[in-house]
């Protein structure tokens, strides 16, 4: 699809390049790579009470700080990487949120060894059809900051000891990871991720 500057779009992305890059390239398109979920999973917790627009310009540096966010390293860190992040400039330096990634990379490693991967977990939460709304217009998604579906997710990682795992949190990290299509009707990628979604291979538990 050649795009232009009118393409429709969903709202949110303004006139940011970046933003714009990430809306069309990433946000609702499914992933199922444990890494890049649990990536998401922290930075959407480090996004509370800040804009999304704000971690994703520091996201490399997010990504440099946390190993890639390879979970099983994160695993390990100790007080001198929470000493060492607290002094990173390039992330949000919230000492609850890093502690809270670091505890939630353990968290991650036990959920591995118990569903067998982070994916195959997360997607059993995926809503029915039936769960959606029938229009996905600015009026019906303003209304929706969480859903039965993101506070089951919710209630299960808090119940296995995660931080920073609200129903609303957990809708977000939903909605970026393409487990749900919030793509506005009129948006241009709606039906690329509708498609993206539909040869989506489930990892299944």
């Given at each position: 699809?050649?795009?232009?500057?009118?393409?429709?779009?969903?709202?949110?992305?303004?006139?940011?390049?970046?933003?714009?890059?990430?809306?069309?390239?990433?946000?609702?398109?499914?992933?199922?790579?444990?890494?890049?979920?649990?990536?998401?999973?922290?930075?959407?917790?480090?996004?509370?009470?800040?804009?999304?627009?704000?971690?994703?310009?520091?996201?490399?540096?997010?990504?440099?700080g946390?190993?890639?966010?390879?979970?099983?390293?994160?695993?390990?860190?100790?007080?001198?990487?929470?000493?060492r992040?607290?002094?990173?400039?390039?992330?949000?330096?919230?000492?609850?949120?890093?502690?809270?990634?670091?505890?939630?990379?353990?968290?991650?490693?036990?959920?591995?060894?118990?569903?067998?991967?982070?994916a195959?977990?997360?997607?059993?939460?995926?809503?029915?059809?039936?769960?959606?709304?029938?229009?996905?217009?600015?009026?019906?998604?303003?209304?929706?900051?969480?859903s039965?579906?993101?506070?089951?997710?919710?209630?299960?990682?808090k119940?296995?000891?995660?931080?920073?795992?609200?129903?609303?949190?957990?809708?977000?990290?939903?909605?970026?990871?393409?487990i749900?299509?919030?793509?506005?009707?009129?948006?241009?990628?709606?039906?690329?991720?509708?498609?993206?979604r539909?040869?989506?291979?489930?990892?299944t538990?």
């Amino acid at each position: 699809m050649a795009l232009d500057d009118t393409t429709p779009r969903c709202t949110w992305p303004g006139e940011h390049a970046d933003y714009i890059a990430y809306h069309d390239d990433e946000w609702g398109r499914p992933v199922r790579d444990d890494i890049r979920l649990f990536e998401k999973i922290c930075l959407e917790g480090f996004q509370s009470g800040l804009s999304w627009l704000t971690i994703l310009r520091k996201r490399e540096a997010f990504r440099a700080g946390f190993a890639g966010f390879d979970f099983r390293e994160v695993a390990g860190f100790g007080e001198t990487d929470v000493e060492r992040l607290l002094a990173d400039k390039g992330i949000v330096r919230h000492q609850g949120k890093i502690r809270s990634t670091i505890n939630n990379a353990q968290r991650a490693v036990e959920l591995v060894a118990e569903a067998g991967s982070l994916a195959a977990f997360i997607w059993s939460f995926e809503p029915s059809a039936e769960a959606r709304p029938d229009r996905f217009d600015r009026e019906t998604l303003n209304t929706i900051t969480m859903s039965d579906a993101s506070k089951a997710l919710s209630k299960a990682l808090k119940k296995r000891g995660w931080s920073f795992v609200g129903p609303t949190t957990m809708y977000a990290f939903m909605q970026s990871v393409g487990i749900v299509n919030d793509h506005l009707d009129s948006c241009a990628f709606r039906a690329a991720c509708e498609r993206d979604r539909a040869t989506f291979a489930r990892p299944t538990l």
